[in-house]
């Protein structure tokens, strides 16, 4: 059975930086993209970048100076971080396993408040 | 970036009422649109991939239609469990774009 699970800080200061860990099980990342979507107020979902099965990144141009995608495949973990954070960065945080059609498992999503 | 322009917005309808969503997509996507169906709280859900294939497990009742620019998802019998917000994506090139969504309420 295929789960994927995001778990985060929650609460973040102003020009600190977010780290969000995505723990899936049930596949192996060696087979599958894993993307990085967020649903903000302002902008709603947004995709932010993914990590292809062979380790490579690739991200939206919007985060592309702040953003890093990573992965552990013993762990089976996916990484984000995102640096320099500011209020509008509020907002839910999803990964998502990719196949050929399109993304196809979610995590539930972590919630992400940036806050002073 | 590819812009994807969802309606409507908000939706009310009735038990056994045909419903349908639409998307326009700014540029030809081929047929690499997504619908999916998102309840409160709970993670995104894939129904249709690829503008017209349903996913494993999706009632038959959902189904996509379209190519190129203009895509989309029907209802054929609302059910009460269908109470949810659907939301397009485009993943015919990077960065992928999303719809901004349609709520769906019973009336």
């Known amino acids: 059975q295929v789960q994927l699970k995001e778990t985060g800080p929650g609460l973040v200061q102003p020009t600190q930086t977010l780290s969000i860990t995505c723990t899936v099980s049930?596949?192996?990342?060696?087979?599958?993209?894993m993307q990085w979507v967020r649903q903000t107020p302002g902008k709603g979902l947004e995709w932010m970048g993914f990590i292809r099965s062979g380790g490579s990144t690739e991200y939206n141009s919007e985060f592309k100076s702040r953003l890093s995608i990573s992965r552990d495949t013993s762990k089976n973990q996916v990484f984000l971080k995102m640096n320099s954070l500011k209020t509008e960065d509020t907002g839910v945080y999803y990964c998502?396993?990719?196949?050929?059609?399109?993304?196809?498992?979610w995590g539930q999503g972590t919630l992400v408040t940036v806050s002073s | 970036d590819i812009q994807m322009t969802q309606s409507p917005s908000f939706l009310s309808a009735s038990v056994g009422d045909r419903v349908t969503i639409n998307c326009k997509a700014s540029?030809?996507?081929?047929?690499?649109l997504n619908w999916y169906q998102q309840k409160l709280g709970e993670a995104p859900k894939l129904l249709i991939y690829n503008a017209n294939s349903l996913q494993t497990g999706i009632p038959s009742r959902f189904s996509g239609s379209g190519s190129g620019t203009d895509f989309t998802l029907t209802i054929s019998s609302l059910q009460p469990e269908d109470v949810a917000t659907y939301f397009c994506l485009q993943h015919n090139s990077w960065p992928y774009t999303f719809g901004a969504g349609t709520k769906l309420e019973l009336k």
């Open positions: 998502a396993r990719v196949s050929e059609k399109g993304p196809l498992d």
């Open positions: 540029q030809n996507i081929n047929r690499y």
């Open positions: 049930g596949f192996s990342l060696t087979s599958y993209y």
